[in-house]
């Protein structure tokens, strides 16, 4: 298992009239190969608690492990945990600076200690996985459109060759078009790679058809972690603490209290039109003897 976090607590500005407990008594497993939606309003504690997972911050209280391997030992390497586990920021002109395209994504690489051969071959590999045409390696990634950046940023991250990457809000500022984009490019990179994915948004409808599994943040605790469908039964509680379910499990549900006989737990628009024609099939049928 990758990552497991254990009573894990953090506390903002402690001792001081800022303080503020930001993450409280977190136990959490996340194994390898997995696809995750971490979910929460603003000031939940996701953001927080991602930071802990590759040792940007350190716990008030608790342990971290990677790989049976406790982070906050003293002879644990902070450099290895945060190569293994990468971190894409919301805002991708936090993680962008050289001039180019491809010095950008070569430059985790080169900081390994690798060949110029291997340096090259890695910010290759990464640059086709995110789907980054060649006529834009030279440009400047300050030039580049929102989606563009984020694909530059997070192939930055991959050139690493992580065990877990994780996304904070990767689709936010971004049209329809550009979140659907990101979104079918990670779901390949997991799908292809096999690496662990933890995608971060404050949007059900953006990770409803991605992720096997969804962990719903509130006032700095674990509120839901259940896969999609399970979570979205609870859709009366989203909404209380500032989350809506998806569409489709609002439309389902009216269709239900219509009386429509249809399964109100499909999370996707593919799994209700499925659901919508097995009834229409079986009415039909009903009709007809």
Same mark, same amino acid.
């Given at each position: 298992?990758? #990552?497991? #976090? ?41 953001? @927080?608690?991602?930071?802990? =997972? ?5 716990? @008030? ?16 390497? &902070? ?80 050139? =690493? ?9 990767? @689709?936010?500022? #971004? ?28 949007? &059900? ?11 719903? &943040? ?36 009216? #269709? ?29 049928? =009903?009709?007809?003897?």
């Amino acid at each position: 298992m990758s #990552l497991i #976090l254990d009573k894990v607590n953090y506390i903002y500005s402690p001792g001081t009239a800022y303080e503020r407990q930001a993450l409280k008594n977190i136990n959490l497993v996340i194994q390898d190969g997995e696809f995750v939606g971490l979910i929460g309003h603003t000031g939940s504690g996701k953001s @927080t608690l991602i930071q802990h =997972m590759n040792g940007l911050i350190r716990a @008030t209280s608790g342990g971290i492990y990677f790989n049976g391997q406790d982070i906050y030992d003293k002879d644990f390497s &902070m450099k290895m945990l945060r190569s293994k586990v990468g971190l894409v920021f919301q805002y991708p002109e936090h993680q962008l600076f050289e001039t180019t395209v491809q010095r950008d994504v070569e430059f985790g690489p080169k900081n390994l200690g690798l060949s110029k051969l291997d340096v090259e071959l890695r910010a290759f590999e990464a640059l086709k996985m995110c789907g980054i045409p060649d006529d834009l390696l030279d440009a400047s990634p300050f030039e580049l459109s929102g989606g563009q950046k984020r694909r530059v940023a997070i192939a930055g991250v991959l050139a =690493m060759k992580p065990d877990v990457l994780i996304l904070d809000e990767p @689709t936010s500022g #971004l049209d329809p078009k550009g979140r659907d984009e990101i979104l079918d490019q990670i779901a390949k990179i997991h799908e292809e790679q096999d690496i662990t994915i933890i995608l971060v948004s404050h949007s &059900m409808e953006d990770i409803a058809n991605y992720v096997s599994r969804i962990i719903v &943040m509130n006032d700095g605790e674990i509120l839901f972690d259940n896969p999609p469908r399970e979570v979205f039964r609870h859709y009366k509680e989203l909404e209380a603490i500032g989350l809506a379910a998806p569409q489709v499990t609002y439309c389902m549900q009216e #269709l239900r209290n219509r009386g429509f006989l249809v399964n109100t737990e499909v999370t996707t628009i593919t799994e209700a039109r499925d659901e919508i024609l097995k009834w229409w099939k079986s009415t039909g049928k =009903m009709l007809q003897q």
